[in-house]
């Protein structure tokens, strides 16, 4: 009996080592590929997928904020609207309306509705009568056409301005010089009014006009002099004699029961009175229908 090979008795491949270990090692480079392929194909599609939400959440961000726009948007229009819709006026709001008015008219009217060209008064035993404007003073500072005692407290409260005219009565016997001192406001002038002396020698400087019956009307010739509050306005009055006649030339009971004084205060009251009568106030925000 021939004896076998060593290879074959010891269990090893007829072809040899090199074959043996060949046969071990086996690679299987398609395989691979396609693995690789696959995996990059998942990646892919886990980005897309990704991307897909980023996508969804982006669109649902936008239509979001779009949406709470809206909302804002609808929520303003409709509060202007309601703002702007016409509605009875509060009362609060109709005595402001009241006040900012009354404050504008020193400027909002001409002189001669600030100064009328006749002013109604009570003469002796309160029969009606009428004074008549003779002129009217160009607008100056209450330094210039007051007494400085008074000017000073109104300075120190905001006077803005000072409008003067002299008017005469019915028997050209009297002249009278009215002042309009302009406050910065109603409360600015009731604090003034607590301040003011109730020294009658003292208060608006009177104003003569040359050719007319108060050419002679200077400070000497006032007789006596009073004020009166009305909104943000105090209404000074002075009276004297067209004749030129000074205060200390008249008897003190002569004054006492004379018709210039009364007159010189109702033709006063009466300026303020037209200054700081309310208006009428529209009942609506946008006019007479709410």
């Given at each position: 009996?021939?004896?076998?090979?060593?290879?074959?008795?010891?269990?090893e491949s007829p072809f040899g080592a090199a074959a043996a270990r060949r046969s071990r090692v086996r690679s299987w480079p398609a395989a691979t590929r396609a693995g690789s392929l696959a995996a990059q194909r998942r990646a892919e599609m886990a980005d897309l997928q990704q991307g897909v939400r980023y996508h969804r959440l982006f669109r649902g961000m936008?239509?979001?904020?779009?949406?709470?726009?809206?909302?804002?948007?609808?929520?303003?229009?409709a509060g202007m609207i309601v703002e702007t819709r016409s509605r009875p006026l509060t009362p609060a709001e109709q005595y402001r309306y009241q006040q900012e008015e009354i404050a504008q008219r020193w400027q909002a009217w001409p002189a001669a509705g600030v100064f009328p060209e006749e002013v109604k008064y009570m003469?002796?035993?309160?029969?009606?009568?009428?004074?008549?404007?003779?002129?009217?003073?160009p607008q100056s500072t209450c330094a210039q056409g007051l007494d400085v005692t008074v000017?000073?407290?109104?300075?120190?409260?905001?006077?803005?301005?000072?409008?003067?005219?002299?008017?005469?009565?019915?028997?050209?016997?009297?002249?009278?010089?009215?002042?309009?001192?302009?406050?910065?406001?109603?409360e600015s002038r009731v604090s003034a009014n607590e301040e003011l002396s109730a020294d009658d020698r003292v208060g608006v400087l009177p104003v003569p006009f040359p050719g007319t019956v108060a050419e002679?009307?200077?400070?000497?010739?006032?007789q006596r002099n009073g004020?009166?509050?009305?909104?943000?306005?105090?209404?000074?009055?002075t009276g004297g004699y067209a004749d030129g006649r000074t205060r200390e030339s008249i008897p003190p009971e002569e004054i006492l029961h004379s018709e210039l004084w009364p007159a010189a205060k109702s033709i006063g009251?009466?300026?303020?009175?037209?200054?700081?009568?309310?208006?009428?106030?529209?009942?609506?925000?946008?006019?007479?229908?709410?």
């Open positions: 009996m021939t004896p076998l090979p060593r290879s074959r008795r010891s269990g936008v239509g979001f904020i779009v949406a709470l726009s809206a909302i804002v948007v609808l929520l303003g229009s003469g002796l035993e309160r029969a009606p009568q009428y004074a008549r404007r003779i002129g009217i003073a000017a000073d407290v109104l300075g120190r409260h905001g006077c803005v301005a000072l409008l003067r005219a002299t008017y005469m009565d019915e028997s050209a016997t009297f002249v009278f010089t009215v002042g309009v001192a302009v406050l910065q406001s109603e002679r009307f200077g400070v000497e010739q006032r004020w009166v509050g009305a909104g943000p306005y105090i209404v000074f009055s009251n009466q300026i303020a009175y037209f200054l700081a009568d309310p208006p009428s106030v529209p009942p609506c925000t946008q006019g007479n229908v709410c």
